[in-house]
């Protein structure tokens, strides 16, 4: 009976869960990425207000392909019925327009793209006929801008204009298809300028190799060798400065997929760093049921008064929006049949903070306005960026209220406090952005301040350190040790080979006072030092965060393979007459782990006194360290087995062959066995349906 009432308890739940998941699926799940590159989910930044089709651009549309906003008006290009439609900004039906007069196309044959001037003046990119179409408001035919002088191009050059755009100046940029030499510039009344923009070819390995290979075939066998050729625009957009965005044809991966131009054609968007200047997914998708994986492909994107960057997935059917530093605020909607997805969106455009997407499949326009959480982001980004730090505080507190871990407002919130000269909180701030670099530059502020303040205690401290390493000297000096007379335990070998390694590993070869509690002991030290130095370790220096301790890998990658080192040396010295048990190598092994020890120590202590632009400091100490500890290890392993210099270094690269071969059969045998019960349970749930 309690059974029953259990399973009736979770239909229940999940009934008055249905409504809140339904939700989720219309608005569609939105998300940033980390800066290690993982999504997560953010709250939605956008809500669909309306959607609108059919009658209500005063008859169905037909292949829409484009279409453009101005403060007031919404130009929609109906390719297949010949027309633009003009709606109001509440998307009410305004009027339609058909070019009229000389010349005037009575249908468009592959009319792709469309644009509005400051003067009202609409231009009408048509890919099949070859021209672009200038005409007034009303439709009235003023010019067409027609290919280039064939001087002024290449050969083969063809023309077939799919993009439009007029900057505040007049001067037209047209995009033509498949054209690797950038967009085509007119002047206002129609002539020619030259290319824009133009992408240069990135020279790879691969590159080299084939144009040396051209150099040395004959044509007609170099002719089967891939060209390398630029990359072609697909979309592009300008500012209200002028600056063209623009989108490379292909997928979303690697640095320079969003562009923007200055007048002398250069990008001049880029991130913080190079790795924040990856635009689309990050993370690749597979789609089961055309069993392939799916990769951004932009197909348009818009930049608003504010300067966001808008990038629209054709692939995914999602909305990405950039700031002017390459970050990824959020990636929101996507395919599918409810309210707040789309079939087949084509263009995106911007209308008084608000996101306008054109469907084709559907013939529908989608309003999207911005919510609490979206305004609020915007709204911090745009008066930092302006200077305005103070007053962006209020829009990131009310960010981290509806969305704690989203790494930008955190990131907002530590630059805000590090201007404003509190570095304590912009330290904490920027740990939960998880910004090393942010972190670090407000650590280094922070320890010089406490620094300043503390001067004269650490003057006393210092010099107090410094009369104290007199004293030592001074006292070493006039109480020397006789060496020879010194009796040693077993327990004093552990320290004085790794000091004293030459003469220490010698005595203690013959000594046999090697100890298995010793060694032990040193293995745990080994062990408790790699954790606790990737716990304590400061945050900037790449500390581990307490959930992603993973015991077994510590294990695996401490005592495992100290394990795996003895048991391998000793195989290998069995073969080259060596004289070393294995109790002696594993004591004289376990021995040497102890500078490595120290090492793991003083860096993780150093950690918390240097900055990442000190780091070399940081890294001299590891440097240090590792060549200590392999010192070490080579003197015990040579005076274990008796061998000379050379014959040391060739059990050494046995010893490593060794490991590597071991690990591979390892390998080979975990995926065997993984395979053969992944094999066992499918028969077992076979067998079973079939029983049952």
């Not at 297949?80 to 005037?104: C, M, P």
């Not at 609409?122 to 035919?141: C, F, M, P, R, T």
């Not at 002028?242 to 562009?259: A, M, P, S, W």
């Not at 503390?454 to 006039?478: D, T």
Request: include cysteine.
């Amino acid at each position: 009976m309690k059974r029953y009432v259990r399973v009736l308890a979770v239909l229940v739940l999940l009934c008055l869960l249905l409504p809140v998941f339904g939700v989720s699926a219309a608005e569609g799940f939105s998300y940033t990425y980390n800066t290690d590159g993982s999504s997560v989910a953010v709250p939605a930044p956008y809500e669909t207000i309306t959607v609108v089709s059919g009658d209500a651009f005063g008859g169905k549309l037909s292949e829409p392909e484009d279409f453009y906003a101005t403060e007031e008006e919404i130009f929609i290009l109906d390719s297949g019925n010949s027309r633009v439609v003009v709606l109001s900004d509440d998307l009410t039906f305004l009027r339609e327009i058909r070019l009229t007069g000389q010349g005037a196309p009575a249908e468009f044959s592959e009319a792709l793209g469309i644009c509005v001037d400051h003067k009202g003046c609409i231009y009408i990119a048509d890919k099949g006929a070859q021209k672009v179409y200038v005409s007034d408001g009303e439709g009235n035919l003023l010019r067409t801008i027609d290919a280039p002088p064939a001087d002024k191009v290449e050969e083969n050059f063809e023309y077939t204009p799919s993009k439009v755009a007029v900057d505040t100046a007049g001067v037209i940029y047209v995009i033509s298809a498949n054209t690797y030499s950038g967009a085509l510039q007119y002047e206002p009344d129609g002539s020619f300028i030259g290319f824009y923009g133009a992408e240069r070819v990135a020279v790879t390995a691969e590159l080299l190799w084939n144009e040396f290979w051209k150099e040395i075939l004959s044509e007609s066998a170099a002719s089967g060798i891939k060209r390398s050729v630029p990359t072609s625009f697909i979309g592009f957009d300008l500012d209200r400065e002028n600056f063209v965005y623009t989108i490379k044809g292909g997928t979303g991966e690697g640095v320079g997929q969003i562009r923007k131009l200055n007048p002398l054609g250069t990008n001049v968007l880029f991130g913080e760093n190079l790795q924040q200047a990856a635009f689309g997914d990050l993370e690749t998708h597979f789609d089961s049921q055309k069993n392939l994986t799916i990769q951004t492909t932009f197909c348009d994107l818009v930049v608003d008064d504010a300067g966001f960057i808008t990038a629209l997935d054709s692939t995914r059917n999602r909305l990405f929006q950039y700031d002017q530093n390459s970050n990824l605020l959020f990636a929101f909607g996507g395919s599918g049949d409810t309210f707040g997805t789309y079939e087949t969106p084509v263009a995106v455009e911007t209308q008084g903070g608000c996101l306008l997407v054109l469907d084709r499949s559907r013939g529908s326009i989608s309003l999207l306005k911005p919510t609490f959480f979206g305004s609020n982001v915007r709204e911090a980004l745009s008066l930092f960026g302006d200077g305005r730090y103070e007053d962006a505080k209020a829009p990131w507190e009310a960010v981290l209220q509806v969305g704690a871990n989203y790494e930008l407002a955190n990131t907002g919130m530590g630059k805000l406090f590090e201007k404003l000269g509190d570095y304590e909180s912009a330290v904490a701030y920027y740990e939960r952005a998880n910004n090393k670099q942010g972190y670090s530059d407000a650590f280094a502020l922070r320890r010089d301040e406490q620094m300043r303040a503390g001067f004269v205690w650490i003057l006393i401290g210092v010099v107090a350190a410094l009369l104290l390493l007199v004293g030592v000297v001074i006292y070493a000096e006039r109480h020397p040790k006789d060496e020879y007379a010194i009796s040693r335990k077993a327990a004093d070998y552990p320290f004085y080979v790794t000091f004293h390694p030459f003469k220490g590993y010698e005595e203690l070869k013959y000594s046999k006072l090697g100890s298995i509690l010793a060694s032990l002991i040193c293995l745990f030290v080994f062990f408790l030092s790699t954790v606790m130095s990737g716990q304590l370790r400061s945050f900037h220096f790449d500390r581990i965060p307490a959930e992603e301790f993973n015991l077994f890998l510590t294990l695996a990658s401490t005592i495992g393979l100290f394990v795996l080192f003895v048991v391998c040396n000793w195989a290998s010295s069995t073969l080259m007459d060596g004289e070393g048990n294995f109790k002696e190598i594993w004591c004289f092994t376990s021995y040497a782990l102890i500078p490595y020890i120290i090492t793991q120590v003083v860096a993780t202590v150093s950690s918390h006194f240097f900055s990442l632009d000190e780091s070399a400091f940081y890294g001299v100490i590891w440097t240090v360290g590792i060549l200590w500890t392999a010192a070490v290890l080579f003197m015990a392993i040579k005076e274990a087995h008796q061998y000379t210099f050379g014959k040391t270094i060739l059990v050494f690269l046995i010893t490593l062959l060794g490991m590597y071969l071991v690990l591979i059969i390892a390998t080979i045998a975990y995926s065997m066995f993984a395979q053969l019960l992944s094999f066992i349970v499918m028969v077992y749930n076979e067998l079973r349906l079939k029983i049952m």
